[in-house]
Structures are given as C-alpha cells and as structure tokens.
C-alpha cells in the first residue's frame, strides 16, 4: 500500500495586529460628571465613618473601664479593699509603699489613658458605688450629648 503526503505548502501566513487610527480619551463633561459622582459619594460617606469612629472609640472607653472594674476587683480580693483615691489606678500596676498584701500588677500594661487621651477618674468610695471609674468623654467636662458623653462604671 503506497501512501502518499500532501506536499507541504511553502505559504507563509502572518498576523498582522490592526491598529485603529481613532484614539479616544476621555471629554471635559465626562470627567466632570465623574468628579460630580465621587464627590456625592464623598459627602455621604464621609460623616457616616467619622461617626462610626466616635461609636467606636466611645466603645474602646467603656470596654477599658470594664477592665479596669476587673482588675480594682481582684486587687480587693487580695488586700481586703480598694485603692484609696490618693492611690489612684497607679496601685493597679505598681506597688504602693503602705500594702503589704499586694499581689500584683494587676494589667498587663501601665493603666491606659481613655481614647482622648486624658487620665481615667477614679474615685474610691465613690458616690454611686465602692469606686467610681469614668472618662469625661471627648470634651474633657462632666456631662454632654453623644460624643462629649461621659462613660462611666455605673
């Protein structure tokens, strides 16, 4: 059985890419209407997260004076009683000179500022309680609305 193969074709077939003559970029009213679009969405957006940011620092607040509540609590636990105003928080992390049941520190870390970067208040007694721990909130006076609120342990 002869067979036979098609003889080889000596064309060569190249692809050429096709460049269109026609550029176009962007016209100053399309540009614009963009810049119109962002800039709605800016306006809205804008307010809402930096509302989200004062919940949230409002949040880092009370949550800090919930650990600072846990930590007076367990310094109560090993001296039969609190720090004394004068003491302050301080006594939480470094030994005063007058406790000789102290068993601490009780944080991990230097007792924090709140998220303003003030001092917390501390009072012990205190007048709603054994001690009173609060922030002033943004505004740094007692009182205010939203973001001036104080946060407080009770």
Excluded: C
């Amino acid at each position: 059985m002869n067979t036979r193969q098609a003889p080889r074709s000596r064309v060569r077939v190249e692809l050429v890419p096709v460049m269109s003559k026609v550029q176009r970029g962007f016209t100053l009213l399309e540009l614009l209407v963009v810049l119109v679009i962002i800039g709605l969405l800016a306006g809205y957006v804008g307010p809402q997260f930096f509302k989200q940011i004062g919940k949230s620092e409002s949040k880092t607040a009370s949550a800090q004076i919930d650990g600072l509540g846990k930590a007076l609590d367990q310094y109560r636990l090993d001296t039969g009683h609190y720090p004394s105003t004068e003491q302050g928080l301080a006594a939480l992390w470094v030994k005063p000179a007058d406790e000789p049941r102290w068993w601490g520190p009780y944080l991990r870390k230097a007792v924090p500022k709140d998220p303003w970067g003030r001092e917390y208040q501390y009072k012990a007694p205190g007048d709603h309680g054994d001690y009173d721990v609060y922030s002033l909130g943004k505004d740094g006076r007692e009182g205010g609305d939203g973001e001036d609120q104080d946060i407080t342990n009770w």
